[in-house]
């Protein structure tokens, strides 16, 4: 079992930067895949990346060059790194525990989500 807590996130301006923080507590922490998603009011909750085990990341097309995933097992934490944020980035931003892949139906596992604002 995983518990999640993101932290990092806040307003920025567009173009700015931000790193999310996902800490993980339980003992099998680095037998998960770990992944991102996004939820905007009244949408769905989309996938922006993940990360497995090993280290190979997977990214939506649309932050794919502007986004980095990695993690530390032996501190479990998992990080999102935002560069050259837009305002359709703005969301509430979720970290996920769980088998690889990009639906939430591959993870059982979820943060509480935390808000990024990005202003003009």
Known sequence: ??????????????????RLSCA???RTFSNYAMGWFR?????DRDFVGAINWS??????????GRFTISRDNAKKMVYLQMNSLKREDTAVYYCAAGSWGDSVSNYNYWGQGIQVTVSS
């Open 24 to 26: 993980a507590s339980g």
């Open 1 to 18: 079992q995983v518990q999640l807590v993101e932290s990092g996130g806040g307003l920025v301006q567009a173009g700015g930067s931000l």
């Open 55 to 64: 280290g190979t990341t997977t990214y939506a097309d649309s932050v794919k």
């Open 39 to 43: 939820q905007a009011p009244g949408k």
